[in-house]
Every structure is written in C-alpha cells, then in structure tokens.
C-alpha cells in the first residue's frame, strides 16, 4: 500500500513516520508531478489550513487532489487537512479542497485552551489519547458524513464514504490505530 502525504508545511514528516510503522509505504507530494505515482491513499496533515490551501491553488495541485477523492481515493485530514477538505468553514471563509460535507469552525477553543490531551472513544476503534493543538472542531456533520468521537461535546471525527478527518493529532500521540483504521479503508 502507497499513501501520498500532502508535504506543503505542517506536520507531514510525523505521518510519514506512522505510516510506515503501520507497514505501508508513504511518499511526500509536493508538486503536481507527485500526483502522476500511483498510490492508494492521500494523507492532508496538520499546519495552517490558510497557508495551505494558498499553496495548493499557487501549485496548482488543488484540482487534482480533488478529482481524486471524487473518484473514491481515500483520504485522511488531520486538523488544517481537516479544515482543508470541509466544504463550508464557519464564519464565511471560502472552502478549500472542499469535498466533505462538515461546517469546520477553525481555532475552535480559544486561546487558553489553544492546545490539550484528552481521551475519548473513536467508534470503531475505541479510546485513544488525542492531541489538540489550536483545532478546530465540527460542528455540523451533513448528509452523507457521521460522526466518529467527540469530545466535551463537540464532534472532533468524522467520516464520509472514503474520506475521514479528525481535529486532533493521530500522528503525535505514539498510537497508531487512526493510521490503521484509515488503512483499512483502502480495499
Ligand atoms: N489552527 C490551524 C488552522 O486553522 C490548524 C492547527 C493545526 O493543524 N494544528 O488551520
């Protein structure tokens, strides 16, 4: 199994390194002719979901990615890849990528608790450790998208058909059963 990391900025090296303790392979995309390998699955890491997606258009990586996760390619969106795939971002900022059906509300906890641990159940796996760091929550799951774990009462997974995201960190926490569980979404 080949898993593309989406390596613009942000916290890819840490996925890369989980993925292969997962035992698949993971490669970085950084220009479109990264998007030509063939691979199964497409990593969007956590960093700074403005930054991003500015990267994405001024690389013109946007509707390739895109046409991918239409077409069925599974994908994992970690906080900013989370905000990234969210097709409305509360508060009128103008979507992304844009193909899940969740409302992101960015930098969701304010500035105390900016960045936290917790624990909670994720359906399907359990409970795992969860690392927030200025995340962003979701608060509104649409048709199509069902909710994976919450945390105080606010949705922080979520899946929809291939795609799944959550607001915290699976890639800093030393646990691998998010990167196993999204493996096991590739057929
Ligand atoms: N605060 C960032 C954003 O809004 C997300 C933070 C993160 O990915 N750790 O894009």
């Known amino acids: 199994m080949r898993i593309g990391v989406l390596a613009l900025q942000g916290a890819f090296a840490e996925h890369i390194a989980m993925l292969e303790r997962c035992g698949a392979e993971a490669f970085e995309i950084r220009q479109k002719k990264d998007l030509d390998r ?4 497409i990593v969007i890491p956590g960093g700074e979901s403005t930054v991003m997606g500015k990267l994405l258009n001024e690389l013109d990586l946007s509707e390739k990615i895109t046409s991918l996760i239409r077409q069925g390619m599974p994908v994992l969106g970690t906080c900013a890849g989370l905000i990234v795939l969210a097709n409305e971002i509360v508060g009128g900022e103008a979507p992304h990528i844009g193909t899940m059906n ?16 917790a624990e909670g159940e994720f359906k399907g796996i359990g ?61």
Do not use: C, W
């Open 127 to 187: 409970v795992i450790p969860m690392t927030f760091i200025r995340a962003p929550y979701i608060e509104r799951v649409g048709e199509g998208a069902e909710a994976l774990a919450s945390v105080d009462g606010k949705i922080v997974a979520a899946r929809q058909d291939n795609q799944l995201v959550t607001a915290f960190h699976p890639e800093l926490t030393g646990d691998l059963r998010v990167h196993e569980y999204f493996l096991s979404m590739i057929k």
């Open 102 to 117: 969740i409302a992101a509300k960015r930098n969701a906890y304010g500035r105390q608790l900016g960045s936290f641990n």
């Open 38 to 41: 063939n691979f199964d699955g």
